[in-house]
């Protein structure tokens, strides 16, 4: 049977999928609204977005846990890779490659992903599935081909998804994009 923290784990993998809007998109639309009270918001999502109410209520305590700073960063990187533990080298070796770029990475994670930013957030890591890890890269001007895919409804804060499933695919050419999106920010 899975633990609290895997099944918040796992809803936070289908967050978007179920209500139409990633984690970050409900901060916003909760920060906008100005209202702090959990079953206040709870009910705006459920009645105003159509949000089923388990959903509203990860939502409502993601939005308090954002408001009020916690960021146990150890733990939440721990219940994104629960029950996906093939994929943590992949994210094991992002984080190393990115760390060598300079002393200005911050590497934020968040309860469903991990923000990489400079000045700004440069890319997100994100396990998606059990098997396959979502690097989002914010790219200005760069085309969408092969690998580097357009982010769609991925995460609409970042402009390129790139799928990863072994530590092999965080190539040269993944980390020459991640370079020139840390030097872009």
């Given at each position: 049977?899975a633990?609290p923290?895997?099944?918040a784990?796992?809803?936070?993998e289908?967050?978007?999928?179920q209500t139409?809007q990633?984690?970050?998109?409900?901060?916003?639309?909760l920060?906008k609204?100005g209202?702090t009270k959990?079953g206040?918001?709870?009910?705006?999502l459920?009645?105003?977005?159509?949000?089923?109410?388990g959903?509203?209520?990860l939502?409502?305590?993601?939005f308090?846990?954002?408001?009020?700073?916690?960021?146990?960063?150890?733990?939440l990187?721990?219940a994104?890779y629960a029950g996906?533990?093939a994929l943590?080298?992949?994210?094991?070796r992002i984080?190393e490659?990115?760390s060598?770029?300079?002393?200005d990475?911050?590497?934020?994670?968040?309860?469903?992903y991990?923000?990489?930013r400079?000045?700004?957030?440069f890319a997100l890591v994100?396990?998606?599935?059990?098997t396959r890890?979502?690097l989002?890269?914010?790219?200005r001007?760069w085309?969408h081909?092969g690998?580097?895919e357009?982010?769609?409804?991925?995460?609409a804060?970042?402009?390129?998804?790139v799928?990863?499933?072994?530590v092999?695919?965080?190539d040269?050419?993944?980390v020459g994009w991640?370079r020139?999106a840390?030097?872009?920010?």
């Amino acid at each position: 049977m899975a633990t609290p923290e895997e099944q918040a784990a796992k809803m936070f993998e289908n967050l978007e999928a179920q209500t139409g809007q990633p984690l970050d998109g409900w901060l916003k639309i909760l920060k906008k609204s100005g209202l702090t009270k959990h079953g206040e918001i709870v009910k705006l999502l459920k009645s105003d977005h159509g949000v089923t109410h388990g959903y509203a209520n990860l939502i409502a305590h993601a939005f308090k846990e954002d408001r009020e700073g916690k960021t146990d960063q150890g733990d939440l990187v721990s219940a994104q890779y629960a029950g996906k533990d093939a994929l943590r080298p992949i994210y094991d070796r992002i984080i190393e490659a990115v760390s060598g770029f300079g002393s200005d990475v911050e590497i934020a994670p968040k309860k469903g992903y991990v923000s990489l930013r400079r000045k700004t957030q440069f890319a997100l890591v994100q396990p998606s599935t059990k098997t396959r890890l979502d690097l989002g890269i914010k790219l200005r001007d760069w085309k969408h081909a092969g690998r580097l895919e357009a982010s769609g409804s991925f995460n609409a804060m970042v402009s390129h998804r790139v799928r990863l499933e072994t530590v092999k695919d965080v190539d040269a050419e993944v980390v020459g994009w991640l370079r020139e999106a840390y030097r872009e920010a």
